[in-house]
């Protein structure tokens, strides 16, 4: 026979409490068609009318097609030299999407190729730490904010420990630690230091949300920890989460490309624009080409990043508006 309690338990709280996403009844706004809109709704609307969104997203979504198939940009070996032909030449600059429209390096490689492949360390490193720290450290702050007390202490003692740790100098020595640095094992070095902003700022908005008046009544109907977690505190916790995320996202293919520059991430036969930088550097008086490119793709990724990560920000947070 059915639980009728529970069920009427639960058909209660989810009558007192706001949607998923919902910081509460003050940010629900109307939509055109007079119906309530959630903060995730609310800011979807917002981000579609902002220039800058779709700027941002459009770039984004070019580099993610060319870091899943570069093959469709070019059809050069960015691996394969030629010291006799291709010795530091020149870029054509008349041939548009050709391997020799950004010129060659210094071992005869196609500049213009090696771009194209080596966006796809770059974007997995970004995501790949993005995704591992907003896990680590959004669980972490979650179980602190939300039990307090020991767990609390402890949970911030050990984030104090990891904050005053330099973060580029911990990685270099995390990763001289290996021999073989590949992509999966930069990924590591960054996430094992990158978690803690990402823990604090979600310990933050989850003391908020438990403090709403829908969490106590929840609480006070007799909703169960893990239902009060998942359904009611961390979707209405998530949203500063998100943004600091995103925009942390361009900063670890910045600390990737810093790492690899100086020889500490990634390494041949791993292509990379921070290794392309870094040999590059080599030549800015009399070859500028053989740095820009990569240098210049770089820029772009990164930029990209913060530029979406500012406007999801102003969409999320309804007093920047």
Known sequence: MPDVTKSKT??????????AADPGPAVVQKAATGKPRSLWGDAWFDLRHRPMFWTAATMLFVLLVIAAFPGLFTGADPRAGDLTNHYLSKPELGHFFQADWFG?????????????????????????????????????????????????????????IFFGLPFLLG???????FTERKVYVVIAALSFLGWTSICRVMRASVITAKQ?????????????????????????????????????????ISAEATLSYLG????????????????????????????IFPAGMLFL?????????????????????
């Open 301 to 321: 990724t990164v930029f990209a990043f913060i530029m979406l990560g500012d406007t999801v920000r102003d969409a999320l947070d309804p007093k920047l508006r």
């Open 212 to 252: 709403a008046d829908y969490v106590t009544a929840a609480r006070a109907l007799g909703a169960g920890t893990t239902r009060m977690l998942f359904r009611h505190v961390l979707p209405n916790a998530l949203a500063p989460t998100i943004v600091v995320a995103t925009i942390a996202l361009g900063g670890f």
């Open 10 to 19: 639960d058909a209660a709280v989810d009558a007192i409490a706001p949607p």
């Open 171 to 177: 990685t270099m020595v995390v990763l001289n630690a």
């Open 264 to 291: 500490l991430g990634l390494a041949d036969p791993t292509i990379s624009w921070g290794i392309d930088i870094s040999s590059g550097s080599e030549e800015i008086r009399n070859n500028l080409h053989v740095l």
């Open 104 to 160: 060659y390096d210094i071992q005869g490689r196609s500049i213009y190729a090696r771009v194209i492949h080596g966006t796809r360390a770059s974007i997995l490193v970004g995501v790949g730490v993005t995704v591992a720290i907003t896990l680590i450290g959004g669980l972490l702050g979650l179980l602190s904010g939300y039990f307090g007390g020991w767990l609390d202490s402890i949970i911030s003692r050990v984030v104090d």
